[in-house]
């Protein structure tokens, strides 16, 4: 099975060469990708931006790469990382694969080997004569001015330490990792709202207090953490919206069974459906036509299935965050 693998993955990258041999160095391009050494959106008499204005993952293109990931897809956890081995060792001045180098960092890139990657090139393929190192740099450049929210602080941070004692030319890397830092924390603080921030506070105040052996205050904090920077791809935005509607039925199921328990009636229970939960809430008096009204289409909106970003994936989670966040804390404030 070993061998089987690395003659498919010879296979690619032997056509890899070819197109690096038809598009490479000497006319500024990366062989099969869609992007060459250098980016091209800068404008000019402007400050030169040294990342893309939008980050995007499937940004940077190619057909062989696409081929590669999807045997990777195929492999087991044990062969997937013989593939990563395998190709790891291609990073070296000995190995015949040594020009497409920067083929060889996407796809460890992609099955995020990147920092393995540049450990293991600064070791054994530095120096070379076929400007391998050269461009495997110049393509962790490419990646980081393309990608950049898709590695996160440490690995910018493994990776700036590897680069300090680097006397290769790296194509602005060390400039494009502190631009892409700086986004990533503009982006983890996008959604601070002093407002909301103190309001929340108040919500997880009063719940440890009312409601100490609840789960809700890990809820939220989860919900918190998914907005802490990086891509917030479909997977996420599903996750996010599905926690916030965790967090509707599970308060107010709470609330509705310390109503019952006051009134001393058995209508619930902590298997009862959000439907039966709202309803009861109503029928008890705490909601208002109006607020049942409210709180039952936030619940709905709060479906992954069911609602579309307004803007983004990250906007539509967080709007519908906010008002979670107050519509609880406004029954909080009336249950006590």
Known sequence: MQKSIHEKINTVLNEERRAYQANGRQHGGLGSFNIGIQQKWNVLGKIPELLCPK???????????DILLKLYCTLNKEDKKRFCDYLLTQLSRQSDYADVAYFILFVLHKTDTRVKALKKAQRTLKRDSVHGYSNFLAMLSQIVSYEYLTINQD???????????????????????????????????????????????????????????????????????????????????????????VLIVETTRNIALRIQKKRKDIKINKQSDEHTVFDYLRSAGFLEDAEWNLVRALHDLSSSSGVHAISSNRECARLIKNMTYEIVLLMLRKQI
């Open 155 to 245: 690995e910018y941070n493994q990776i700036e330490s590897l680069l300090q004692k680097d006397n290769e030319y790296n194509f602005q890397l060390i400039e494009k990792i502190n631009s892409a830092k700086l986004k990533l924390l503009e982006l983890k603080l996008q959604d601070v709202n002093p407002e909301i921030n103190t309001d929340r506070e108040e919500l997880l105040g009063i719940w440890h207090r009312e409601f100490p052996d609840s789960k809700i205050p890990d809820l939220i904090v989860g919900i918190e953490e998914l907005f802490q920077g990086g891509e917030f791809a479909d997977t996420k935005f599903a996750t996010c919206i599905d926690r916030i509607r």
């Open 55 to 65: 980050s995007d993952p499937n940004a940077v293109k190619s057909k062989n790469v």
